[in-house]
């Protein structure tokens, strides 16, 4: 009769005091802010807007709509102004300016001394109304001496005659002259339009010497 042989293998385990598994850090494996919210807005996107955002983005639109057609119409009126047609002449003097006599007369030759008065007649037609008109008169020779300016503002209208009377400057050199009317005409805020007008020539003498 034969013996079996019987191995034992026997398993010892040791542990030792004071030694524990490592606990998992939340922290440093959760999602960053910057993802969450990320997250959160595509979630929002495809919910319907409550009312309350709906008004709420209204009213964020409204002063950008507002600002947007206020500038429209600001620059389409400004290309208007620029490029505004006005067919006809703004004034017309279809007889020009005449220079005549204090008296009114006009045959023969103007002669008047510096000092004295000449009388300015004309027929206009103004075909525009306009903001404002300032008038600059000058006495052209080989030389232009200016006259002050004045502003007025006549109303629209045609067949207009006016006469009014000029005093020749008393320190105006002896010459033949003309006098040289420019209209400058204020049309609208940012466009003015100007006409000039020259007159028929008259001849201003010396004034007398004074008596001692």
């Avoid at 010892?12 to 959760?30: F, K, N, Q, R, V």
């Avoid at 999602?31 to 929002?44: F, H, L, Y």
Wanted: net charge neutral; aromatic share 10%.
């Amino acid at each position: 009769m034969t013996a079996k042989a019987t191995t034992t293998i026997t398993t010892t385990t040791t542990e030792t005091e004071g030694m524990t598994i490592p606990t998992l850090d939340d922290d440093a494996y959760s999602i960053p802010t910057w993802a969450a919210k990320v997250v959160g807005e595509i979630a929002e996107a495809g919910r319907e807007p409550t009312r309350q955002q709906k008004l709420l983005r209204i009213t964020r639109l409204g002063p950008v709509l507002f600002a947007f057609l206020g500038l429209t119409f600001f620059l389409g009126l400004t290309m208007y102004w620029i490029g505004q047609p006005y067919g006809k002449p703004v004034v017309e003097f279809h007889r020009g300016i005449q220079i005549l006599r204090a008296d009114g007369t006009s045959t023969g030759p103007i002669v008047v001394e510096a000092g004295g008065n000449v009388l300015i007649q004309a027929s206009y037609c103004k075909n525009h109304d306009t903001l404002r008109a300032t008038i600059r008169r000058e006495f052209h020779d080989d030389l232009v001496y200016q006259l002050p300016d004045y502003t007025t503002n006549a109303p629209r209208g045609c067949g207009t005659r006016f006469s009014t009377s000029l005093k020749i400057p008393e320190n105006l050199p002896p010459d033949t002259y003309t006098l040289v009317f420019t209209f400058v005409y204020q049309i609208n805020p940012i466009r003015s339009v100007n006409y000039t007008f020259e007159t028929n020539e008259f001849t201003v003498t010396a004034p007398p010497a004074a008596t001692p």
